[in-house]
Every structure is written in structure tokens, then in C-alpha cells.
């Protein structure tokens, strides 16, 4: 509970902004790993929260992984998006995207990593609407400090950018390019769970304005077997 405090303490500066939207995101990972851990299973369950307030959203998304080797990794998933209370941006939306990851070996404490996803977004902004399609590309580099201290437990931090390009989209008032940075602390407090506390701030570029955004993330990923 403390680092939990401690993680959201250090950023608060930034959720006070009233220019900005703050947003809370609750995940789940449920891992399974098979294969002796060259196949992972996270049917993942989570919960957003725009402005700590009236706009809700849940999601279901089953997502697998193959790992090919210890440097690359695949993921692909699909998802699907509930949303209520006068959130009326996607207020039900499926997709699917797919994932490559590629992981460099441990440099002392040090390590990195880059991300390469593919989406494919339907969206329903109202009930009497139709779908609407996008497909977007993601782009993540990032890197991980392990910290020396209670090494039992995993502690780490990292720091990342990301970058969201829509080259096809068929209703550009919803779909936004924009780029997000921020930082990840993450530990393991007992064995087979792992909590990883992340911020990151969001801005989108749209034709009528850009949106910012602060998100705070806490993800629980537990090992069922």
C-alpha cells in the first residue's frame, strides 16, 4: 500500500491541472502460462474511469502471447468495450490489434525494449449510430531501471514514450492522432502476483483541438499457473 501512496503522491502535481482530463484505469491479468512459458494466456478484465467522475467504461480482452525467443515476442487479441453514464465517445466498441515486442538483454540494471502494435477499431459513438472503423499504429520504446534494494520483490521503474498514428479512419473527430510519455513503478509483493503502477500523459491532436489527458494505470497481473 505504501508504494501505491508514494507512486500516486509524486504525480499529483499533475492531476491537479484543471486544463486537463485525469483518468483512472483498473486492469487485470489473470496470466496463464503454458508450454513451459512459450505460450501466455491474460484474459484480461478492466475498468476506466474519465475524471474520477460519471463516465464509465469496462472491457473484456482475451489476448494470447507466443514467445519466440528471449528477445521477440508476439500478441495478438481481441477486445470489447462498454461504456455508460453520458460517455457517449464509444459507447461500445470492438477491436483487435496485434503485437510485436522485442526485449534487449540486461545491461547491469539496465534494460530496453520497443513495441510495435497494429489495431482495428469499430466503434458505436451512439446507439443509433453505425460502426465506425480505425486503424491505428502504435510505437513504444522503453526502458527499465531493477532497483538494488529489496530485490525479492522486483522493484522497478520505467520510463516510456508512445506515439498513435491513424493512417485510415473513417471519422476523424473520434479518432486522433497523439503521443503519450510517463513512467511505471512495478513490484511483486507475494509470489505470482505482480502490480505495476504506471502515469502517463496523453495528448491528441484533433481538427477541432488538442486534448490532453493525465492517466493513471493499476494493472494487477496474477500468475494462475
Not at 496470466?31 to 464509465?56: C, M, Q, T
Not at 482495428?120 to 486503424?135: D, I, L, R
Not at 510505437?139 to 522493484?155: A, D, H, I, N, R
Request: charged share 20%; proline share 4%; net charge positive.
Amino acid at each position: 500500500m505504501k508504494y501505491i501512496i508514494g507512486f500516486f503522491i509524486l504525480f499529483s502535481p499533475f492531476f491537479s491541472s484543471a486544463q486537463v482530463k485525469n483518468s483512472l484505469w483498473v486492469e487485470y491479468y489473470p496470466d496463464i502460462n503454458l508450454n513451459g512459458g512459450k505460450w501466455k494466456l491474460s484474459p484480461e478484465v478492466s475498468y476506466r474511469s474519465d475524471d474520477f467522475s460519471g463516465a464509465h467504461t469496462v472491457y473484456f480482452r482475451p489476448q494470447a502471447t507466443y514467445k519466440i525467443n528471449n528477445t521477440f515476442s508476439v500478441t495478438g487479441a481481441l477486445a470489447y468495450f462498454v461504456s455508460w453514464d453520458d460517455f457517449a465517445v464509444n459507447e461500445r466498441e470492438f477491436s483487435a490489434y496485434q503485437a510485436v515486442t522485442a526485449k534487449s538483454p540486461s545491461l547491469g540494471r539496465f534494460s530496453m525494449a520497443l513495441r510495435a502494435r497494429f489495431e482495428q477499431m469499430f466503434v458505436k459513438a451512439e446507439p443509433e449510430t453505425s460502426y465506425n472503423f480505425g486503424f491505428r499504429m502504435r510505437f513504444m520504446p522503453s526502458v527499465t531501471y531493477l532497483l538494488p534494494v529489496m530485490e525479492e520483490k522486483g522493484l522497478a521503474l520505467t520510463a516510456f514514450m508512445e506515439t498513435f498514428t491513424f493512417p485510415s479512419a473513417s471519422h476523424r473527430d473520434y479518432y486522433d492522432n497523439g503521443v503519450s510519455f510517463g513512467g511505471k513503478f512495478s513490484f511483486s509483493p507475494v509470489e505470482k502476483l505482480k502490480i505495476e503502477l504506471e502515469y502517463h500523459r496523453y495528448i491528441a491532436h484533433k481538427e477541432i483541438g488538442d486534448v490532453n489527458s493525465n492517466r493513471f494505470r493499476i494493472m494487477i497481473r496474477h500468475s494462475i499457473l
